[in-house]
């Protein structure tokens, strides 16, 4: 099941529903439990999920994809967490030891953005802005202490990700947040692909282009820390609740390492396999 969060012209205000293919499937219609994607994962147990999308999928009313504005597959997180240097080819490009233990960081809810959203560069920063492709996954399940065996029983899917980085801003401060937790500087989709879409977390392919061109290509299977690894790791640290995001690292090729950054007018994307791309316009404030 792919799980959106869309706006209309016949309606003020945001809601979620299930996309399937060139339409939408509102989850009022469906007879869902919340009318959020983030409280449709408080209130459902994969068995729940899978269910609902069934009912989805032999809808008959659909709402046209074309005209709807997406947002933030999930817009109201409670934590939204990164990994920085979980690549190994990263690592190098960037001068930086293999970490030893995850190192994360965080972002908040002012920085998301849905397909098609502008990304906004600050002015006073806007010739340092770097791309990062990144697979995010969204906690289905409270998660404490867990272990890394069990870890994804408690993920409900995952989405692309594009951790945008002012490195001038970043660097300033060893903590990296102020460089990262930026007003647009976090757009994922276009979906949420539930788990039992996704065969193998490890075994994804990510890559960004800028205008159609490739500027970044690596895979999940290079990732220091995996998925499960990540989420039992953080969650001896903290308890991860459902709609909590977790973006999994960047491999080689950002911007920064070619002197190659976003500019005004470019169009950036990030795309991983099987689960889809979040293309956004780039300007400047």
């Known amino acids: 099941m792919r799980l959106i969060t869309y706006e209309d012209d016949h309606r003020s205000g945001s809601r979620a529903g299930v996309l399937l293919g060139a339409g939408?499937?509102?989850?009022?219609?469906?007879?869902?439990?919340?009318?959020?994607?983030?409280?449709?994962?408080?209130?459902?147990?994969?068995?729940?999920?899978?269910?609902?999308?069934?009912?989805?999928?032999?809808a008959t009313e659909l709402i046209p994809l074309a005209g709807l504005r997406l947002h933030a597959p999930v817009p109201d997180p409670q934590k939204i967490i990164c990994l920085g240097?979980?690549?190994?080819?990263?690592?190098?490009?960037?001068?930086?030891?293999?970490p030893t233990a995850p190192m994360w960081f965080a972002k908040f809810a002012n920085s998301l953005r849905g397909g098609g959203e502008d990304v906004i560069l600050p002015r006073e920063h806007a010739e340092h802005?770097?791309?990062?492709?990144?697979?995010?996954?969204?906690?289905?399940?409270?998660?404490?202490?867990?272990e890394a065996s069990e870890a994804l029983d408690h993920v409900a899917g995952a989405m692309a990700f594009n951790d945008l980085s002012a490195r001038d801003l970043q660097f300033q401060n060893p903590l990296?947040?102020?460089?990262?937790?930026?007003?647009?500087?976090?757009?994922?989709?276009?979906?949420l692909v539930t788990l039992d879409e996704i065969p193998d977390l490890q075994a994804l392919g990510l890559r960004t282009r800028i205008d159609g061109e490739l500027v970044q290509e690596g895979s999940t299977a290079d990732q220091i820390f995996g998925v499960a690894e990540t989420v039992a790791w953080l969650s001896r640290t903290m308890t991860l609740l459902p709609g909590d995001i977790i973006a999994t690292g960047t491999p080689a090729g950002v911007g920064a390492s070619k002197g190659r950054f976003l500019h005004d007018?470019?169009?950036?994307?990030?795309?991983?396999?099987?689960?889809?791309?979040?293309?956004?316009?780039?300007?400047?404030?």
Do not use: M
């Open 24 to 58: 939408v499937a509102p989850l009022e219609g469906l007879g869902a439990p919340s009318s959020s994607v983030r409280g449709l994962l408080e209130a459902l147990d994969p068995a729940g999920l899978a269910e609902l999308g069934e009912q989805a999928a032999a």
């Open 85 to 98: 240097l979980n690549y190994r080819d990263h690592a190098a490009e960037t001068g930086q030891p293999i």
């Open 129 to 146: 802005v770097d791309y990062e492709a990144e697979l995010a996954i969204v906690i289905g399940r409270p998660a404490h202490r867990v």
């Open 176 to 191: 990296w947040t102020s460089g990262k937790a930026i007003d647009t500087f976090a757009p994922c989709g276009p979906s």
């Open 265 to 285: 007018g470019e169009t950036v994307e990030v795309e991983v396999d099987g689960i889809g791309a979040v293309s956004n316009p780039i300007r400047v404030e």
